[in-house]
């Protein structure tokens, strides 16, 4: 028996029957369906999107984050922290790309869906280690990638490519000591190297 997968107009239709009013936007591009959700809706949004009769998401395939500090146009209403989950409908072979922006920059928080999708636990510790995104309600948020002392969140775009410390052994003290970074910035020039007989000279 061959299954076919919906087709993209179907999934469009099916979700905004679902959501109606929870909806900020939707598109079809390429051949993907694109949802756009507020934060206050989140956690309505995803339980619909589960459990509606047209959508039945059961899966969670991806969650990440995206910071849109390089390209604001980008983001709705200027926001800069934005979650990007990808879901998957197994009984009705269709997939949905939603999105939605963490209402404060500062401190960007969403509530957790690990509750309802397990495979949330370790993306949604991704993005909080790498983007700083706090995820309200989740049983473990610790950090995932980066060292236990890591100062910062490295996909921030914030974070100095040399670091903030350096570490170096001092004799005078007989022990490896922690100071600020001393490594200046410099223009590096491209070395020429021409031929001995270079514009016909010998």
């Not at 269709?94 to 969403?110: I, N």
């Not at 969140?153 to 970074?181: S, W």
Request: glycine content about 6%.
């Amino acid at each position: 028996m061959t299954v076919f997968a919906t087709r993209p107009e179907t999934t469009r239709d099916a979700v905004i029957a679902a959501l109606g009013d929870k909806l900020k936007s939707i598109a079809v591009a390429f051949g993907e369906v694109t949802a756009l959700v507020s934060a206050e809706n989140y956690r309505a949004v995803v339980l619909m999107l589960r459990d509606a009769s047209g959508c039945q998401f059961e899966q969670l395939i991806d969650l990440c984050g995206v910071d849109y500090s390089e390209y604001p146009d980008g983001s709705p209403d200027g926001l800069r922290y934005c979650v990007v989950l990808h879901l998957l409908s197994v009984s009705l072979n269709q997939r949905l790309r939603l999105k939605v922006f963490a209402p404060e920059d500062a401190s960007p928080r969403l509530s957790t869906v690990m509750d309802i999708w397990s495979s949330a636990n370790w993306f949604e510790r991704e993005a909080f280690d790498l983007f700083g995104i706090v995820f309200d309600g989740h049983d473990d948020l610790r950090r995932i990638l980066t060292d236990y002392g890591f100062i910062g969140h490295p996909f921030r775009k914030d974070f100095p490519c040399t670091g903030h410390v350096e570490m170096r052994y001092d004799a005078a003290l007989n022990r490896v000591i922690y100071q600020p970074i001393t490594i200046e910035e410099r223009q590096n020039t491209p070395r020429v190297i021409r031929e001995s007989n270079y514009g016909g000279l010998q």
